[in-house]
């Protein structure tokens, strides 16, 4: 997923519809999606990798030149002519965002395209220690390579952690985690989150659902909950200020494997995770935090 940004001054209303006019001074573009969450982790100073699906298209090339820009250690973009690549473009102006326009497809690959996923994945299985499946629902994690996926990593004694807009979470049965947010879980669950006994009750029911070892909620301003052996405990947030929560969500998921990686235990995971992610929502769009950022704000 590509993250398009156009920046401009917008002062006049159009002669032609009552629409802003803005004048263009700059574009960029960066990686959204998993890519976002590559990025945290690059940040962190994790040796990490990742293998996903674009389109014969513009994306490609923005894709490739970007994860060379990160020094990402390895990476495999495997191309479906059946699909454009997602891009996302946002109108900003005066640090306001205007407009998004979204060009993409969300159709499931085909079993094929899936072996090409599971086949990289298996070649490369010896060299990681976590994967993280970052489900944004745009067709690229099928049924088929989902449960491939996990199989293969649980075989080999390789923690999957799921970060999934998908509301059907019996898709990732066996993954090591499950980490909805409080809406998405919500939704999965049938459940409204109101108090700890309505959290316990959808934590419960993701664990049932797909034999996680482990649930974790973010609960935006409320911090986080994780759920392991049937037991809740709630994490307080540590963000003072919010900019902008785009991309909170990869910033969480990344440092909870960065954390889990260099062998803090869970809840300790949870607690750099939401120190985190409180230094990049008083940051502006998809950001990135740094081991100092955030070791300044846990002192």
Do not use: W
């Amino acid at each position: 997923m590509i993250d398009h940004y156009i920046y401009g001054n917008c002062d006049r209303i159009s002669p032609e519809a009552p629409v802003q006019i803005v004048d263009m001074q700059k574009e960029a573009h960066t990686l959204g999606g998993a890519g976002n969450v590559v990025k945290n982790l690059i940040s962190f100073g994790a040796n990490t990798g990742i293998i996903s699906v674009c389109g014969q298209d513009e994306g490609l090339g923005i894709i490739a030149n970007e994860l060379k820009g990160l020094n990402v250690s390895t990476y495999k973009m495997i191309v479906d002519t059946s699909r454009k690549t997602t891009i996302k473009t946002r109108i900003v102006s005066n640090k306001h965002q205007l407009l998004r326009i979204d060009r993409e497809n969300k159709h499931y690959i085909d079993d094929d395209i899936a072996e090409q996923i599971i086949t990289e994945l298996k070649g490369k299985i010896g060299n990681i220690k976590i994967v993280i499946i970052s489900d944004y629902c745009k067709g690229v994690l099928s049924y088929k390579a989902v449960h491939a996926i996990i199989d293969i990593c649980n075989k080999h004694g390789i923690k999957t952690i799921v970060d999934s807009k998908d509301p059907l979470l019996s898709k990732y049965v066996n993954a090591t985690i499950v980490k909805p947010n409080k809406k998405e879980a919500s939704i999965a669950t049938g459940i409204k989150i109101v108090d700890d006994e309505t959290l316990t009750k959808a934590c419960k029911n993701i664990a049932d659902v797909t034999n996680c070892e482990t649930v974790i909620i973010t609960l935006s301003e409320e911090g986080m909950a994780v759920f392991h052996n049937n037991i809740l405990n709630k994490i307080p947030t540590k963000a003072l200020d919010i900019f902008d929560v785009t991309g909170a969500g990869d910033t969480v998921i990344a440092a909870i494997s960065f954390a889990l990686l260099n062998d803090l235990s869970l809840i300790e995971a949870c607690n750099f995770a939401n120190h985190a992610a409180a230094v990049v929502v008083a940051k502006a769009g998809s950001a990135t935090a740094t081991l100092q950022e955030i070791n300044a704000i846990r002192v």
